[in-house]
T-cell receptor, first 111, second 112 residues
Framework: DAKTTQPNSMESNEEEPVHLPCNHSTISGTDYIHWYRQLPSQGPEYVIHGLTSNVNNRMASLAIAEDRKSSTLILHRATLRDAAVYYCILSANFGNEKLTFGTGTRLTIIP | SQTIHQWPATLVQPVGSPLSLECTVEGTSNPNLYWYRQAAGRGLQLLFYSVGIGQISSEVPQNLSASRPQDRQFILSSKKLLLSDSGFYLC???????????FGPGTRLTVT
């Protein structure tokens, strides 16, 4: 599976937007981009996924670069409950994911 | 609705002792099932996955094994635990034709 690169940590003020970057320069044409997040002492939870087009759901937005070599998870208005480790993952087998989690980005929200 | 259970929630075991962690899923059929481990301060490592009863694929060589005796039951075992087996063990599932992987509450294992 192609690898992703994320910053180790980020900070953001409460109620402000957060942009979490992910680089995946070796992404293949069939790789989907998935984002999960892990709150303290819990298992990961799905946030969003996409292939080529930008995606929006109730939790976040996913902006995918035109060349697909990078993507950005956007939290439109961060709350303290959004403090978590965010993982950007590529998977070629849609629907049968063997997800490879890196170390992700630890997001700290400042009140 | 679908639910995933794991037990026990926490476990402290001496080195050399056996291990059995259980995961069950409700509200779906024929799910793909996964076991992950997360060492302290690390990312998740995929250990095993299963696409059906009795079908187990191992992702990393280790002293752990997995079994799937029923469609919605996944068991992680060891005959003799090592200190390096300590970690947060997570079971996950994905339903047929879906893309979202659901994780259980996890078991925190400490090997002493």
């Amino acid at each position: 599976d192609a690898k992703t690169t994320q910053p180790n940590s980020m900070e953001s003020n409460e109620e402000e937007p957060v942009h979490l970057p992910c680089n995946h320069s070796t992404i293949s044409g069939t790789d989907y981009i998935h984002w999960y997040r892990q709150l303290p002492s819990q298992g990961p939870e799905y946030v969003i996924h996409g292939l080529t087009s930008n995606v929006n759901n109730r939790m976040a937005s996913l902006a995918i670069a035109e060349d697909r070599k990078s993507s950005t998870l956007i939290l439109h208005r961060a709350t303290l409950r959004d403090a978590a480790v965010y993982y950007c993952i590529l998977s070629a087998n849609f629907g049968n994911e063997k997800l490879t989690f890196g170390t992700g980005t630890r997001l700290t929200i400042i009140p | 609705s679908q639910t995933i259970h794991q037990w026990p929630a926490t476990l402290v075991q001496p080195v050399g002792s056996p291990l059995s962690l259980e995961c069950t899923v409700e509200g779906t059929s024929n799910p793909n099932l996964y076991w992950y481990r997360q060492a302290a301060g690390r990312g998740l490592q995929l250990l095993f996955y299963s696409v059906g009863i009795g079908q187990i694929s191992s992702e990393v060589p280790q002293n752990l094994s997995a079994s799937r005796p029923q469609d919605r039951q996944f068991i992680l075992s060891s005959k003799k635990l090592l200190l390096s087996d300590s970690g947060f063990y997570l079971c996950a599932w994905i339903g047929p034709g879906t893309y979202e992987q659901y994780f259980g509450p996890g078991t925190r294992l400490t090997v002493t």
